[in-house]
């Protein structure tokens, strides 16, 4: 036990100094800001890179593939805390209304397609396959690293142990390419006038393109709801 706590403890070192380093990168380079790919992306990437699979230089441990699926449990478990806000039905549909229809939509028909290719057609082909394995596509695709990390972990406890390597692929894939391929089309869509906040990318404000909120600009996260003497006795 006491090994499996050392192990966490260095891959957590580790991750933190890719996500620091990623987010220096993205605060200076002109270029990922331009494509909005995030700092956790990017230092996924630069450990991808330099992990065991590719160039072999960091000393990730054994059980780092364990720790989505552990950690997708904290973050369901956490999602819906927070300030308590009262917002009419009706406002809440002028403002975030077509976003959760279209999202709702692409949602509903990659699964819903994605399960009856796995089902039906890819055993077709291919006979020894997991008729599980349209259920990784839209889970990777609409749900990300985590959803896939969580059905993957699933599928595993039922003795298929590759799921949550083809979730996480199908997560990555997906991200990559809605991160550029996204940019792309709002691009486009802003130049045509189609959008409603701006009509121009160079008029998203700084801090959306380099991540960091300039001094000026900085709020208060929140409010002291424990004494520091509790954490001193």
């Known amino acids: 036990m006491e090994i499996h706590a050392v192990n966490i403890l260095y891959d957590f070192c580790i991750m933190s100094t890719l996500l ?19 700092s956790s992306l990017l230092g996924g990437m630069i450990g991808l890179l330099l992990g ?20 997708i449990t904290i973050l369901f478990a956490t999602m819906f805390l927070g300030s308590k806000r ?5 406002t809440m549909i ?5 976003s959760f229809l279209i999202n709702g939509a692409a949602e509903i028909a990659q699964f819903g397609l994605f399960i009856i290719i796995g089902v039906l057609i890819l055993p077709m082909f291919f006979k020894s396959i997991n008729i599980g394995f349209g259920l990784l596509l839209p889970a990777g695709f609409v749900g990300g690293h985590g959803t896939a990390a969580a059905i993957g972990a699933a599928f595993a406890d039922m003795g298929w142990d590759e799921a949550t ?19 792309i089309i709002i691009n486009i869509g802003t ?23 300039s001094k000026e600009s900085r709020s208060s996260m929140g409010e002291n709801t424990v ?5 001193t006795h």
């Open 20 to 38: 620091l380093i990623a987010k220096i990168i993205r605060s200076k380079v002109k270029i990922i800001q331009k494509l909005y790919i995030p």
């Open 52 to 71: 065991k699979y590719f160039l072999n230089i960091l000393p990730f441990s054994t059980e780092i593939s364990n720790y989505s699926s552990i950690l």
């Open 86 to 90: 009262k917002v009419s039905f009706k």
């Open 94 to 98: 002028s403002n975030v209304g077509d």
């Open 165 to 183: 390597s083809i979730g996480q692929t199908f997560a990555t894939i997906g991200l990559i390419s809605g991160i550029v391929l996204g940019v």
């Open 191 to 213: 130049r045509k006038g189609y959008t409603r906040l701006i009509k121009k990318i160079d008029e998203l404000p700084e801090d959306m393109r380099t991540g960091l909120i």
């Open 227 to 231: 004494s520091p003497c509790q954490l």
